[in-house]
């Protein structure tokens, strides 16, 4: 199972972008997601979780601004951020629980993409 996140970049504030993961691989569904972020010299920052029953939780610092999504047939994983503030600036990423084929059985695993740098001027 492979990450790839997408969709990072420049923008003004007030601005929006929408980041993306990827999952590829024997996968047999996303279960639990999370976006995380983390800023120069701070430490990494939870976002937003949706979990296996499709509850969504949001930190207080994006809620109302940044909307979590999933597309189960594309096997992706999305992140809209909008209203975006210059204090919105690092990298951003995906942490997803994926069960996969073995090829013999299914099993579960937790996998972080690689990030993408968001960076808002004012």
């Known amino acids: 199972v492979q990450l790839q996140a997408s969709g990072g970049g420049l923008v003004q504030a007030g601005g929006s972008l929408r980041l993306s993961c990827l999952a590829s691989?024997?996968?047999?569904?996303?279960?639990?997601m999370e976006w995380h972020r983390q800023a120069p010299g701070k430490e990494r920052e939870l976002l937003a979780a949706?979990?296996?029953?499709?509850?969504?939780n949001y930190a207080d610092s994006v809620k109302g601004r940044f909307t979590a999504s999933r597309d189960n047939v594309k096997n992706t994983v999305y992140l809209q951020m909008n209203s975006l503030k210059p204090e919105d600036t690092a990298v951003y990423y995906c942490?997803?629980?994926?069960?996969?084929?073995?090829?013999?059985?299914?099993?579960?695993?937790?996998?972080w993409g690689q990030g993408t740098q968001v960076t808002v001027s004012s």
């Open positions: 691989g024997s996968i047999f569904s996303i279960d639990a």
């Open positions: 949706i979990t296996r029953d499709g509850s969504t």
């Open positions: 942490n997803l629980d994926i069960t996969f084929y073995t090829g013999t059985y299914l099993l579960t695993g937790n996998y």
